[in-house]
């Protein structure tokens, strides 16, 4: 495998979210004062709280990356994953706590199907508390 041209895509906007990347998941908050407004991850958590923002979390990252969309893209020569993840998933803080919980199990299930199928994955870690 060493000397293999990298082929990869970004799946940004899975584990770690963001407007312009995933705007369909912050469109209920337009029209809304800025104490009710969600810009990132954080505010996100915030805003909609540990239980409603981790239903809708389970269920954008069941649906925003797929078994069949993996097998898509290796069949088009891709062999390469990044994976922005935030270090919340894995020591979570305030507002993260219990909003983000099973976040590491959707990652385990993305690195099974990758494995199964022979994509290499570059985890990303671009969320960190300072």
């Known amino acids: 495998m060493l ?3 990298l082929r990869g895509v970004n799946l940004h906007g899975w584990l770690l979210l963001q407007p312009w990347v995933t705007p369909s998941l912050f469109y209920q908050f337009e ?3 800025p104490e009710q407004t ?5 505010t996100f958590c915030e805003v909609l709280g540990p239980s409603e923002g981790n239903r ?3 269920e954008h990252w069941r649906k925003w990356v797929t078994s069949d969309d ?3 893209l290796a069949a088009q020569g891709i ?3 990044r994976v922005p993840v935030g270090d919340w998933m894995w020591e979570p803080y ?3 706590e219990q909003c983000t919980s099973g976040s590491i199990h959707e990652l385990q299930r993305v690195l099974r199907i990758c494995d199964r199928i022979h994509l290499r994955v570059l985890i ?3 969320g960190a508390r300072p």
């Not at 969600?38 to 954080?42: G, N, P, Q, S, V």
């Open 56 to 58: 809708q979390l389970r």
């Open 31 to 33: 029209g809304k004062p």
């Open 38 to 42: 969600a810009m990132d991850m954080y």
């Open 3 to 5: 000397g293999r041209q």
């Open 94 to 96: 305030e507002p993260f």
């Open 79 to 81: 062999n390469t994953l």
């Open 70 to 72: 993996l097998a898509q």
């Open 124 to 126: 990303d870690l671009h």
